[in-house]
């Protein structure tokens, strides 16, 4: 990401009014999801370039007149809507925001999963556990929690999970299945899916899945109603138990949007163990969205503030960290790089270390 705070050309009331974006993001935040969920900005973007009044999209949507007014002056001010001769047009923002599928996924995430906890992060940061996880209930980390977080927030979680990784994984399966592994430890199976697409490409693969139980048994329910479960050998273990080995010999440890989800003393502690699961020629591939591997700002902007959320919500102690964080402790836990495929899918990188 471009270092953009030195050489600017802005003047100090353009600055100024930045500064009031961020203290009132918040309120613009909750206002742009409601002109999206009441339907206002569809009401103002179906009327075309006429435009429409504030009474007009209020009675297309069901919003009051009041509410209507309140949420499109908002939506003026964040650049969602135009104003002219009394009547409020779309722009290309508003319309992008209405539409686009990442920016969805993103809102739904921030709003279900993270806005109530973040409250607290202030407190997460002085004590380093995620005090705000404490909304949804009283668990150590959102990861022991997942199976029984209330809906919405568990499908905004998915939602958001599935969103990034998904569309990195057909570039990475080439990738991983061009070894020709028979053998595959996925650590941090989640629902199976990475697992389900490995074993439908490759009929002779097997795979061993390793998470908590409660995602273990989702895991498998999900690999059972598409006949997979016979090649998937499930291990409940908890990561976090350091003293706990992982199975092996494997020909291929795979990890994908995992580390991130743990402190640096802990990566390198589930680094360690899959080194010692990896089998004679076999690798370590690790996916994830490095925040300096992004070819654009927005990626790079996004990943970076997805970090408060781990430490408020997830578990305390992880960030999104760049590539030379999780290098670094591969080489510690005695892992060398042996290739990097950047660009998969929309933000991913993946890492191939091999013992050395």
């Not at 993270?114 to 150590?140: N, S």
């Not at 929690?145 to 990475?172: G, I, K, N």
């Not at 994830?288 to 408020?312: E, G, H, K, L, V």
Request: charged share 20%; proline share 5%.
């Amino acid at each position: 990401m471009q270092d953009k705070r030195f050489g600017t050309d802005k003047s100090a009331l353009d600055t100024r009014f930045d500064a009031q974006r961020i203290a009132f993001s918040p309120i613009v935040f909750q206002a742009t999801r409601l002109l999206c969920k009441t339907g206002l900005l569809a009401a103002v973007e179906a009327k075309g370039p006429d435009g429409a009044t504030a009474e007009e999209a209020a009675e297309k949507s069901g919003v009051s007149v009041y509410g209507a007014r309140v949420l499109l002056e908002c939506g003026l001010s964040a650049d969602l809507v135009a104003w002219k001769n009394d009547r409020f047009t779309i722009t290309k923002l508003g319309s992008f925001v209405l539409h686009d599928q990442m920016t969805a996924v993103n809102m739904a995430f921030v709003h279900d999963v993270c806005y109530q906890g973040m409250f607290r992060l202030e407190e997460a940061i002085k004590d380093g556990t995620p005090a705000g996880l404490e909304v949804f209930g009283q668990w150590k980390t959102v990861y022991e929690a997942l199976s029984q977080l209330p809906q919405p927030v568990r499908e905004s979680w998915l939602e958001f999970d599935h969103f990034y990784s998904d569309a990195a994984f057909p570039a990475a399966q080439k990738a991983v299945l061009a070894r020709s592994p028979r053998t595959l430890l996925d650590i941090g199976g989640n629902t199976g899916k990475w697992a389900a697409q490995c074993l439908t490409r490759s009929p002779e693969l097997r795979v061993t899945l390793l998470d908590l139980p409660g995602q273990i048994e989702m895991a498998m329910k999900n690999l059972a109603a598409r006949g997979l479960d016979s090649r998937v050998t499930p291990c409940p273990l908890d990561v976090l138990d350091a003293d706990a080995p992982f199975p092996g010999p494997f020909d291929a440890v795979w990890m994908s949007q995992f580390l991130v989800c743990f402190s640096e003393d802990q990566v390198l502690s589930i680094l360690r163990r899959a080194a010692r699961s990896v089998g004679p020629g076999g690798r370590v591939f690790i996916l994830d969205t490095f925040w300096d591997r992004q070819r654009f700002d927005a990626a790079a902007y996004c990943i970076m503030n997805t970090s408060p959320y781990f430490t408020a919500i997830a578990n305390g102690n992880s960030r999104m960290y760049r590539t030379e964080d999780i290098l670094t402790l591969a080489r510690k836990a005695g892992l060398v790089l042996d290739g990097q495929h950047d660009r998969l899918g929309l933000y991913h990188t993946l890492l191939e270390l091999v013992p050395g």
